[in-house]
T-cell receptor, first 115, second 117 residues
Framework: NAGVTQTPKFQVLKTGQSMTLQCAQD?????MYWYRQDPGMGLRLIYY???????DKGEVPNGYNVSRLNKREFSLRLESAAPSQTSVYFC??????????????FGDGTRLSIL | AQKVTQAQTEISVVEKEDVTLDCVYE???????LFWYKQPPSGELVFLIR??????QNEISGRYSWNFQKSTSSFNFTITASQVVDSAVYFC??????????????FGQGTTLQVKP
């Protein structure tokens, strides 16, 4: 029972390169989220998907795109990586039932460095 | 606007000391949820507690306890008789229920707790 799986775990990119971070869940949750974690700033929401077929911007969406491929998968794409996007990225899921706000379940994170 | 403030950036204690981590939040919603997560040195995020805005009862779980006070918009976390394994970054987070109810979390900056032997 994997829960929330993120790939890759580590990645080094050069400025201007593109890449996609993958997230898959086997919890049958409706809602999925992408956060970034930077020192001293906690976790900040990049994009989220409240249900299959919908995506919305979070607090820091610039430079990113997302795709909710199906109920299980939610990917985050950096089209042209910048050093400011060096961070640890976390994918999370939540049950998504109305007025529920259950605890979110997090993947192990992707540590991304952009040179 | 929603906001969570953890004013203590780093706390260092000696094993067996009690320690309280502070969390102050701001929200306009009347229905909301508060959470604490632990991030040990291995990096994963571990859920500790969820509280809704209508339940102000304090909660105790083993050495952990939480004090929720709506009057001061605070949700503080106390570890009694701290242990080295408690060393981690602790995050307080807010989720508004509201009409949109997207479940998204607003995190505080985190408090790094170091427990020395």
């Amino acid at each position: 029972n994997a829960g929330v799986t993120q790939t890759p775990k580590f990645q080094v990119l050069k400025t201007g390169q593109s890449m996609t971070l993958q997230c898959a869940q086997d919890m049958n949750h409706n809602s999925m989220y992408w956060y970034r974690q930077d020192p001293g700033m906690g976790l900040r929401l990049i994009y989220y998907s409240a249900s299959e077929g919908t995506t919305d911007k979070g607090e820091v969406p610039n430079g990113y795109n997302v795709s909710r491929l199906n109920k299980r998968e939610f990917s985050l794409r950096l089209e042209s990586a910048a050093p400011s996007q060096t961070s640890v990225y976390f994918c999370a899921t939540e049950q998504g039932a109305f007025y529920s706000n259950q605890p979110q379940h997090f993947g192990d994170g992707t540590r991304l460095s952009i040179l | 606007a929603q906001k969570v403030t953890q004013a203590q950036t780093e706390i260092s204690v000696v094993e067996k000391e009690d320690v309280t981590l502070d969390c102050v939040y701001e929200t306009r919603d009347t229905t909301y949820y508060l959470f604490w997560y632990k991030q040990p040195p291995s990096g994963e995020l571990v859920f500790l507690i969820r509280r809704n805005s209508f339940d102000e009862q304090n909660e105790i779980s083993g050495r952990y306890s939480w004090n929720f006070q709506k009057s001061t918009s605070s949700f503080n976390f106390t570890i009694t008789a701290s242990q080295v394994v408690d060393s981690a970054v602790y995050f307080c987070a807010l989720s508004e229920a509201g009409s949109s109810n997207t479940g998204k979390l607003i995190f505080g900056q985190g408090t790094t707790l170091q427990v020395k032997p």
